[in-house]
């Protein structure tokens, strides 16, 4: 297979994980005979210092014109919330432009890290669900207002029926080919938009007899997943909620670094870590790179490639069975980002070897292959 990817690598250590996503897409093309064609381009901050846009027209029109794009992260603390232009307005644009509408996150943790979360063990073991979350509408879209005096503002949060349509569709097929279980978080209570999105999903349900449907409020949802998350099979919610409990749910894993998703819509794909761009990190070689690795993977699932997708999921659990992790796996770790990269891509090329990883004899950027 021919796959032309456009490579937004962003801010922060958005080019350092996106660099060993790269190492691991081009050892999979290596051994399964497919040819990746990586074009990069501008996103975000860097994008603003060069050329005064977070999304110049040049880097749009890739991303239109190829199969997929593999993002990194994006934000610089240089450009603040009161800053007129912001690296985030890039991303924002970039999900609309392509028409990203439902953001895939999938939460299954390692066996090999189940004691790093900071939840019990029997808690998070045989934790699998997945979020469906909206992301080109709501309130991070909506009209914003801020009066002239700057002691008031206000955000719209909008939504239309169509917009919950689409998204509520994939997650149903979704929860078909699992548990069967749809769980829909809102806050029906309090928001006329939350009340539509009960509307539009019961609906809607009528067409997957199959699939059981069940309701929760947003602040209960915080809670049953650090609590019970066993109990979800796919839950779809709005970009708001979306947002804040798949990043709470990160703890299920043992770190944010680990999370990888998938933005799609009727013609476009996105792929990126969940994690953000941890200015403080950039350039220190301790940034997880696992969650922009596990993104490729989806890429190639999402391209019917389930043999070259497992093969990367299995290159990051020999990563972690060998304690080849960054110190926010392990704060004792002498490995770091690039190491962990050459790691899995060593073990996608040598998938017929038996690796010997002493980790009492290697230093960084030094490794043994037998």
Known sequence: ??????????????????????????????????????????????????????????????????????????????????????????????????????????????????DVSPLKREIVEGVDFVIFRELTAGIYFGK???????????????YTEDEITRIAHLAFQSAQKRRKKLTLVDMANVLETSRLWRKVVYKISADYPEVSLDFLLADNAAKQIISNPKQFDVVL??????????????????????????????????????????????????????????????????????????????????AIEYNVVTIDLNPDSKFGTNEVGEFISNFILNKDDLMYFNNDNVHLGQSTIV
């Open 237 to 318: 919610t709005s970009n708001l909620f979306g947002d804040l409990l798949s990043d709470e749910a990160s703890v299920i894993t043992g770190s944010i670094g680990v999370l990888a998703s998938a933005s799609l819509g009727e013609k476009n794909a996105l792929f990126e870590p969940v994690h953000g761009s941890y200015p403080h990190a950039k350039g220190r070689n301790i940034a997880n790179p696992f969650a922009s690795i596990l993104s490729v993977a989806m890429m190639l699932e999402h391209f019917g490639l389930t043999e070259e997708a497992k093969k990367v999921c299995e290159g990051v659990e020999k």
């Open 1 to 114: 297979m021919d796959l032309k990817i456009a490579v937004l690598s962003g801010d922060g250590i958005g080019p350092e994980v996106i660099l060993q996503a790269k190492k691991a897409l081009s050892a999979i093309g290596v051994v399964y005979e497919h040819d990746f064609i990586f074009e990069d381009a501008l996103i975000g901050a860097i994008a603003i210092d060069k050329t005064g846009s977070p999304l110049p027209e040049q880097t749009l029109n890739l991303c239109l014109n190829t199969d997929a794009v593999l993002f990194g992260a994006i934000g610089d603390p240089k450009y603040n919330s009161d800053s007129n232009i912001r690296p985030e307005q890039g991303l924002l644009r970039l999900r609309k432009e392509l028409g990203l509408f439902a953001n895939i996150r999938p939460l299954k943790p390692f066996k090999g890290l189940l």
């Open 144 to 158: 914003k207002k801020l009066n002239e005096a700057g002691t008031i503002a206000s955000d719209l949060c909008e």
